[in-house]
């Protein structure tokens, strides 16, 4: 069964009387050769158990299936599932959850299923919830080896994006704290069915064993970058006022040029490590 021809898409869904729901971002890929690239280069490990988050009608699921030890695959759409039971029937080593990955108890459900496997991630995600999806799986603080997700290409321009450049942002900042990003290919739309109005783009995301960067405050850590990015055109300084406006601007100015920068100097000039740096300085300021 070749779960990528557009025919056979056509008719398992009318078969189980489904439709794509545009309301879950639904788009179905028909090349072949995009899953494939995907499942392949999602993870090193071929013993790993890979966590798929929105498999549709089961082709990534399947050459997921094909290379890995395990598969778990959590989808929302309940219409869904019947589908996916056929089209999968035949691998033994997947097992599909009805279930909203921004609402189980992701870390919960992998101590039950995975416990003492390496895991990684692998995910095609709908263009409207990708950064909730992302952070969710950064913060639930499981031990995943990487993340593989199909996003948006300007998402995926600004996941990997360097400091300084017009695509950094709080997002890059912030995932750069829990793994390394590297974008792989892109994706264009006439891959998919129906095909969306811009292309996608593949990242993978190794995921630190032992962080580089550790802030004093993670939380505060995070603060100083929303902050610095809140108000991009306005100097660091000025963005870090609107922020912590317990602090004077002088205060703050000083904070900046002890971590080595100009007092002019913009947030998006900084690196992930050098937020925690200036983190840092700010703790005592604020005990």
């Not at 971002?25 to 966590?51: H, K, M, T, W, Y």
């Not at 499981?142 to 290409?153: L, N």
């Not at 190794?206 to 990015?229: C, G, M, N, T, Y």
């Not at 006022?241 to 703050?252: N, Y």
Request: aromatic share 8%; proline share 5%.
């Amino acid at each position: 069964m070749n779960l990528c021809d557009i025919r056979t898409v056509r008719e398992i869904l009318a078969a189980f009387g489904t439709e794509t729901k545009k309301g879950f971002g639904q788009n179905f890929l028909i090349n072949a050769a995009v899953p494939e690239g995907i499942a392949d280069a999602c993870c090193d490990d071929r013993d790993s158990v890979i966590v798929e988050i929105g498999p549709g009608i089961g082709c990534l699921t399947a050459e997921l299936a094909k290379r890995y030890k395990r598969v778990i695959a959590f989808e929302i759409d309940r219409t869904l599932i019947p589908v996916l039971k056929y089209t999968l029937g035949s691998y033994s080593n997947v097992e599909v959850i009805n279930a909203d990955i921004l609402k189980v108890d992701l870390v919960e459900v992998l101590r039950e299923k995975a416990a003492g496997e390496r895991v990684s991630v692998c995910a095609n995600l709908p263009y409207y919830i990708t950064t909730p999806i992302l952070m969710r799986l950064l913060e639930c603080g499981y031990p995943f080896d990487s993340i593989t997700v199909m996003v948006q290409r300007e998402v995926a321009d600004r996941l990997c994006a360097a400091p300084g450049s017009a695509d950094y942002g709080a997002i890059t900042a912030s995932l750069c704290y829990y793994g390394a990003p590297k974008k792989l290919f892109t994706v264009t739309a006439g891959n998919f069915m129906p095909a969306p109005k811009v292309d996608s783009a593949v990242v993978r995301i190794d995921l630190w064993r032992d962080k580089p960067v550790k802030p004093q405050s993670p939380e505060l850590f995070f603060k100083v970058i929303r902050a610095a990015f809140g108000q991009r055109r306005k100097t660091l300084t000025n963005a870090l006022s609107t922020a912590f406006p317990e602090l004077s601007k002088d205060a703050l100015t000083a904070a900046v040029t002890s971590c080595g920068h100009d007092a002019r100097i913009r947030g998006e000039r900084l690196s992930t490590a050098e937020f925690a740096v200036l983190a840092d300085a700010l703790l005592p300021l604020l005990s």
